[in-house]
């Protein structure tokens, strides 16, 4: 019989075979490789004789799904600590098979990663910061890989490592990269929302309202990553919208992005149907798909036809005496989207009589709150100032231009001379209604670039100088729609000609529309008209040049200068206007994007 014999008070001991059967306690390197632990503490004793790393089990503890913020926390800090594993169980993809709890996979890996990292430490006889960082030359890369292997043919195994059966350099790399590779697959299996959420803040736009309200989109932005991290539906709207920018600004596959949404819009069918739920709450996704209907027309509006359930609702909702900054915010921004969406033939966004039920407010819009805990600096409150008098401009000069939209032969019955002077009387009206608006605009609006920068900081005067010029080149845009709304075949007004004029004067002049020489896309639909409008190759040819300026993916400015130059050369060789949305379908094979 082998085993442990006592004689009086000496010990005989017999040859004991090292364990090798399933190992359920002691260290996580003992544990891979099978040998009993006696399972002291900090270090046992094989991991302290071999000169191991010695790894326990952590303790398992409930981990929350969402990350708590200190006061002293940023928004814009939280959004690095966004929590890894997607709290939307609904919305994950490739899901892990059931082949044990992911805590146990995770520690089985790390325990055999470090065994080896400690075989490959004892065969090469190497230090851990000898291993070449990613900035290495290929030189050093090669020099260092050169000391390896002579090491690695110079090193003579201890006898006391006998029982390791450590393996050959290129096995143990194999094995290392294998092991990297399946913690990586793990990964990526799981719909991790850091990278969804940083991508979010920092690249989601909008062309018809960022530029013209910078600052609150950026704070909107951070306050929709705050709801999403505890409001799942939340998190899917930022899911799939970020899906579908990612998409377009690197020229991807749009089935994620499609995906994304038919997940996201059946989750807040559901979630509106519900009488428990917040409106203030959700209505940050419900904007963020209207948003992706706006980018992408051939998603559905989810407002379009909604429920009598969600109607209802949205009255009792709307009927509240106050409602917070952001959801003021988020309505604005809605009437902003559907009067982008029923020009050029769109359909729209929303019913008009729905759109009624959310709410307005009179006078300027209040600016969202500053992300920090101590407010905003002096620079910004005085750029806050100045700014919401201008931004209540543009608001009004796009609804006046969803007025002028709906007088189109989309919209309404053009075919008799009867309905021509009823459309001829609403322009004239339109028209007055702009001039007043024009000359109501703040001070601010009546100073030159060169006024405002003797007056005001830099800090402050170039963005309220970008601001000005382009709701000045929005406002001249309207004027030459309007010529394109009457319809008159071949001549253009003077008024249009001017207007056009000014449209350029702002592009070459000194109103800070250039960025990292890129043209600001808040100018794309000014550039449009005036490429369509123009009798002359050479305004046109120039229009199509500052349109391919824009570069932006996401407004799709190369597909709008390919379009404003073939709209125009048609125009120019037939002598007369073309409707614009049936001739993008004949030429391009679709109906033209919202701008």
């Not at 040859?15 to 306690?25: E, I, K, T």
């Not at 005496?321 to 050029?344: E, F, K, N, T, V």
Request: one cysteine or more.
């Amino acid at each position: 019989m082998q085993g442990t014999i006592t004689l009086g008070s000496r010990m005989r001991e017999t040859h004991v075979p090292a364990y090798r059967g399933r190992v359920r306690s002691g260290c996580l390197t003992c544990r891979s490789r099978k040998v009993k632990c006696d399972e002291a503490r900090p270090n046992c004793h094989n991991c302290t004789r071999l000169a191991r790393d010695c790894v326990y089990k952590p303790q398992r503890s409930l981990r929350p799904n969402t990350t708590v913020q200190s006061p002293s926390t940023s928004p814009e800090d939280a959004v690095q600590d966004v929590p890894i594993v997607d709290p939307t169980s609904n919305i994950r993809s490739n899901a892990i098979p059931n082949q044990g709890s992911p805590q146990e996979v995770e520690d089985c890996v790390l325990a055999e990663k470090s065994r080896l990292h400690s075989a490959l430490k004892d065969a090469l006889g190497l230090v851990q910061d000898s291993i070449p960082s990613p900035d290495s030359s290929f030189d050093n890369y090669t020099s260092n890989l050169e000391t390896v292997l002579r090491h690695h043919q110079e090193y003579n195994v201890d006898s006391n490592n006998s029982e390791d059966d450590v393996a050959s350099t290129s096995t143990l790399i194999s094995r290392d990269i294998r092991l990297t590779t399946t913690m990586d697959k793990l990964t990526a299996r799981e719909m991790g929302l850091q990278p969804w959420f940083s991508f979010f803040v920092e690249e989601v736009d909008c062309s018809c309202i960022t530029p013209f309200d910078a600052l609150n989109w950026r704070r909107m932005k951070i306050d929709v990553i705050k709801i999403a991290t505890t409001n799942a539906t939340v998190a899917s709207a930022v899911l799939a919208i970020s899906a579908l920018y990612k998409g377009l600004t690197y020229h991807l596959p749009l089935s994620k992005a499609a995906s994304f949404w038919d997940i996201s819009k059946r989750a807040y069918e559901d979630a509106l149907q519900r009488e428990d739920h917040d409106f203030d709450a959700h209505l940050p996704g419900l904007f963020l798909l209207c948003l992706f209907s706006y980018i992408d027309p051939d998603s559905d509006p989810i407002l379009k036809a909604p429920s009598e359930a969600f109607t209802a609702r949205l009255i009792t909702w709307a009927a509240r005496p106050y409602h917070p900054p952001l959801s003021l915010r988020l309505s604005a921004w809605l009437r902003l989207l559907q009067a982008a969406m029923i020009r050029g033939g769109g359909m729209g966004l929303v019913s008009d009589d729905l759109l009624g039920y959310f709410p307005s407010h009179s006078g300027p819009i209040p600016s969202l709150k500053s992300p920090t805990d101590g407010g905003s600096d002096v620079a910004t409150h005085l750029y806050e100032v100045l700014f919401d008098p201008i931004f209540d401009f543009y608001f009004q000069l796009q609804m006046i231009s969803g007025e002028i939209a709906r007088l189109t032969h989309y919209h309404r019955s053009r075919g008799s001379g009867k309905d021509q002077d009823e459309v001829t009387q609403q322009i004239i009206n339109i028209r007055s209604k702009l001039r007043d608006l024009w000359s109501r605009r703040s001070p601010t609006q009546h100073q030159s670039p060169q006024d405002l920068r003797s007056n005001v900081s830099a800090k402050i005067a170039n963005p309220i100088i970008t601001l000005v010029g382009l709701c000045a080149a929005a406002y001249n845009a309207e004027f030459v729609e309007i010529d394109r709304v009457l319809g008159d075949p071949v001549s253009e007004s003077s008024e249009s000609k001017q207007c056009m004029r000014q449209i350029r004067n702002i592009v070459e002049g000194d109103w800070n529309v250039y960025h990292d020489g890129k043209l600001n896309p808040g100018l794309l639909r000014p550039l449009f008209l005036y490429a369509i409008e123009c009798r002359n190759c050479e305004e046109n040819q120039w229009a199509a040049d500052r349109l391919g300026e824009i570069k932006n993916a996401v407004c799709r400015s190369d597909f709008f200068a390919a379009f404003g130059k073939a709209l125009s050369d048609t125009q120019i060789r037939k002598d007369r206007r073309v409707t614009s949305k049936f001739f993008c379908i004949w030429y391009f094979g679709t109906v033209p994007p919202f701008m």
